[in-house]
């Protein structure tokens, strides 16, 4: 490849030019650019292509060049193109000389740098939105160290920025939490899934505080994990004794779920969405109850009405069939008490009917330890209703 090719190839702006701020000579890339053939640009100068004040500054960094003879370099600077477009490039200039040694002008280097500025904007907002966002955020390496915490993890947890970075997550554990939780956490993102869930984590001074959590992996181009990513809302101590009561029935061997009164699943435990044949709890909120009701069965659909227009009625109870996505049916012997007016919500008890015995004994026992468990469902509710209107004064419900 002969010089004029390389000069004319080279994806940047390359020029000489003389004391008088006019092109000597300048290759392919830089006569594109301002809209010109290659002669046509040669022997005007900046101040006859770009607006005066672009122009002004860049013949002022050219005689800075020529009169001190040292290079000027990574110098950041506008430039506007025929059609008005504005982009930036970083140019570097040194001395142009004859065979005598003398300078005679500069030779100018500009690399257009404007999307690699669009994407560094780009990162320093997310970066920014990321630090000064209401939730804790943590980033870790695959191996756990922490790369990253925003502004809500130091307040929240006492540590300061440079305390915990290279560090483990582990430094916030209570203890609080089983051993099999964070390893269906591990087990979860290394995966390439993401994993939902609540954590019980350890203040530097000691302090135990609730989160609720969403853990991400995060992948490069060719889709493998390079980093992990928490983001979680700090739960007040209502709605932790809330979040902690739903964990008891979480893992409870009875159907326990909370509907609304257009019958939506608000909330169900896991074990009510394994017998429909679901793998997640998730998968069955949203989804109307009715849907998993033997259609022959009408009974259940009017009590349920009843209680909703009865809200201070006792806790109702029905025999009916519950069918699982592949038709299959499940005999259940429900108890169902309305929550609160506000929300109206009822919440509503299963207990698995597998024999006579069983039933019979079930039912006995469960009736009156439900009535408990629902009343202080009651009171939870009413509580986070009043530990919601203190946070938001101008939005009471």
Known sequence: MDVKTLFDNIPSLLFYKDKENKFIKVNQQTAEFYGLEIEELEGTSCYDMLPEEQARKIHMDDLEVIDTARPKINI???????????????????????DKGDIIGIIGFATDVTDDMEIQKELFITKKAIAQAP?????????????????????????????VIGKNPKILKSGKMTTEKYQDLWE??????????????????????????????????????????????VLSEMRASILNMWNILEYSNYYILIIDSTLNIVLCNQIFARVLGFKESLDVIGTKFSDYISKDDKYIFNSLQELLSKPNSEMSEFLSELVDKDGHKHMVKWFNSFINSDTQWTFCFGVPVKDDKFYSESVDSMRERYKDIISIHRNLIHGLKEDYNKENPKKKV
């Open 76 to 98: 950041l600077e506008p430039l506007t193109k025929k059609d008005g477009i504005i982009r930036w490039f970083r140019t570097n200039k040194i001395p142009l000389t004859n």
């Open 135 to 163: 939730s804790t955020v943590v980033i870790t390496t695959v191996n756990g160290e922490i790369t990253f915490v925003n502004d809500k993890f130091t307040r929240v947890t006492g540590y300061n920025y440079k305390e």
């Open 188 to 233: 979860t993102i290394s995966s390439g899934n993401i994993w939902r869930g609540e954590f019980i984590n350890r203040t530097k001074v000691g302090d135990l505080y609730w989160e609720l959590a969403t853990v991400s992996p995060v992948l490069d181009e060719a889709g493998q994990i390079t980093h992990y990513i928490k983001v979680a809302e």
